[in-house]
């Protein structure tokens, strides 16, 4: 079965610098990856996703993603920090089975301070 | 657009009550979801629907039920709460396909005393 991990519960970043957070996946075939983002109070909105198109991925508010096959990863990034990009970021993938389910990571939450 | 429509937001159950979760999507999706969200587990999938007439369970399916009679509607219900299923509940929908990511509702806080 397919499954996720995110390193790091809660990530903390200046405004203004690099977003990092780490996303790995495990699946025995070629997976589907998505980023998620999750503002208090409210659902999960899509980011962007990888579906084997192109390894470096990108998506809304500035963030972008890379697929590494050698180091199973997903690593999600964004050059600069703003401070309204506080929020909790769900990684989750998709694989074998049944077409549509997903499964998500822990997620991590984003602190960004000025 | 409407997209994902859960009602209640909130609800707070005692023991051994038991309720419906409402949720509805205007966007003809032919697959549907229930997660529940807990601190610390991320997003774990309760029941889901590939299409009308046709459930399955997911990861944690124990204390609830549903149906898909329609394809804009799926219920998700608590046949007899317990202080364990306190959580924050979303439904999900998506066209079917490997690619096609999901459009989550709102959610619903629910709180069993």
């Known amino acids: 079965a397919q499954s996720v991990t995110q390193l790091g519960s809660h990530v903390s970043v200046s405004e203004g610098a690099l977003v990092l957070l780490r996303c790995n996946y495990s699946?025995?075939?070629?997976?589907?990856l998505f980023w998620y983002v999750q503002y208090p109070n409210q659902g999960l909105q899509l980011l962007l996703k990888?579906?084997?198109?192109?390894?470096l991925v990108k998506g809304i508010n500035g963030f972008e993603a890379e697929f590494k096959k050698s180091e199973t990863s997903f690593h999600l990034t964004k050059p600069s920090a703003h401070m309204s990009d506080a929020a909790e970021y769900f990684c989750?993938?998709?694989?074998?089975?049944?077409?549509?389910?997903?499964?998500f990571g822990t997620g991590t939450r984003l602190q960004v301070t000025l | 657009n409407a997209g994902v429509t859960q009602t209640p937001k909130f609800q707070v159950l005692k023991t051994g009550q038991s309720m419906t979760l409402q949720c509805a999507q205007d966007?003809?999706?032919?697959?549907m979801s229930w997660y529940r969200q807990d601190p610390g587990m991320g997003l774990r999938l309760i029941h889901y629907?590939?299409?009308?007439?046709?459930?399955d369970q997911g990861e944690v399916p124990n204390g609830y039920n549903v149906s898909r009679s329609t394809t804009e509607d799926f219920p998700l219900r608590l046949l007899s709460a317990a202080p364990s299923q306190t959580s924050v509940y979303f439904c999900?929908?998506?066209?079917?396909?490997?690619?096609?990511?999901?459009?989550f509702g709102n959610g619903t806080r629910l709180t069993v005393t």
């Open positions: 999900a929908s998506s066209e079917q396909g490997f690619n096609s990511p999901l459009h």
């Open positions: 699946s025995s075939v070629p997976p589907y």
């Open positions: 990888y579906t084997s198109a192109a390894t």
């Open positions: 989750a993938v998709k694989g074998t089975g049944t077409a549509s389910k997903l499964t």
């Open positions: 966007m003809n999706h032919e697959y």
């Open positions: 629907s590939v299409g009308a007439g046709i459930t």
